[in-house]
């Protein structure tokens, strides 16, 4: 099957450095990704839609300055978050759909801790 | 924003026995869906319901869809202790592939070997 793969799983930065987690679809090709951002044993909350060659589409209350996404091509979403600071500490998932599929594809997701 | 809730938030039990969670959305759907996350892992597609569709079964899994109430079900049967895990319900709006999911609050299970 499809595979979304996302790169780290984990990470641990000091507050006020940027992180970078990319999302990958790893047999298909995504115009379009997802992220997603669960706090612990709460759900998924839609952050943005990346769109492959424009700019991403942000959920109300995401500040598009804050959570930086590019989608540099066809397989490859990158999400930066500016500034880190330790309520930026979350689960971050990023799901791509597959072309005429209705389902999505969901990485594995990151973990970020801020101190 | 989030649509569904699910309820319950937690459930726990023997091993063998049947587990039921129950999914309510409040805006029209195109399909529902079921997903199962293990802790701290990605999602992982349990199975999918249309709009006009009102039972699908996949394995021991069996969903229902009632439109008119904005609800579903998934039932997991004689359940066994690697289905310990929390499952979301999320429904999308549009027919298009670029339409997000919305997820439920979800439901954690326990299946106690």
């Known amino acids: 099957g499809a595979v979304v793969s996302q790169h780290p799983s984990r990470v641990i930065c000091k507050s006020g450095t940027s992180v970078k987690i990319e999302c990958r679809s790893l047999?298909?090709?995504?115009?379009?990704m997802f992220w997603y951002r669960q706090f612990p044993k709460k759900s998924l909350m839609l952050m943005a839609t990346?769109?492959?060659?424009?700019?991403?589409?942000?959920e109300q209350g995401v500040e598009k300055d804050k959570f930086l996404i590019n989608h540099a091509s066809l397989t490859l979403s990158t999400l930066t978050v500016t500034s880190a600071h330790p309520e930026d500490s979350s689960f971050y998932i990023c799901?791509?759909?597959?072309?005429?599929?209705?389902?999505?594809?969901f990485g594995p997701g990151t973990r970020l801790l801020v101190l | 924003s989030q649509q569904g809730e699910e309820d319950p938030q937690a459930l726990s039990i023997q091993e063998g026995e049947n587990a039921t969670m129950n999914c309510s959305y409040k805006?029209?759907?195109?399909?529902l869906q079921w997903y199962r996350q293990n802790s701290g892992r990605g999602l992982v597609h349990l199975i999918l319901?249309?709009?006009?569709?009102r039972e699908k079964h996949s394995g021991r899994l069996r969903v229902t869809l009632d439109t008119s109430k904005k609800s579903s079900s998934l039932l997991i049967t004689a359940s066994r202790a690697a289905d310990t895990a929390s499952y979301f319900c999320?429904?999308?709006?549009?027919?298009?592939?670029?339409?997000?999911?919305?997820f439920g609050k979800g439901t954690r299970l326990s299946v106690i070997a």
């Open positions: 805006t029209s759907i195109n399909n």
């Open positions: 799901s791509a759909p597959h072309s005429y599929e209705e389902t999505q594809y």
């Open positions: 999320a429904t999308k709006g549009g027919f298009s592939g670029n339409t997000p999911l919305v």
């Open positions: 319901i249309r709009s006009n569709e």
């Open positions: 047999d298909f090709q995504a115009t379009t």
């Open positions: 990346s769109n492959e060659g424009s700019k991403a589409t942000y």
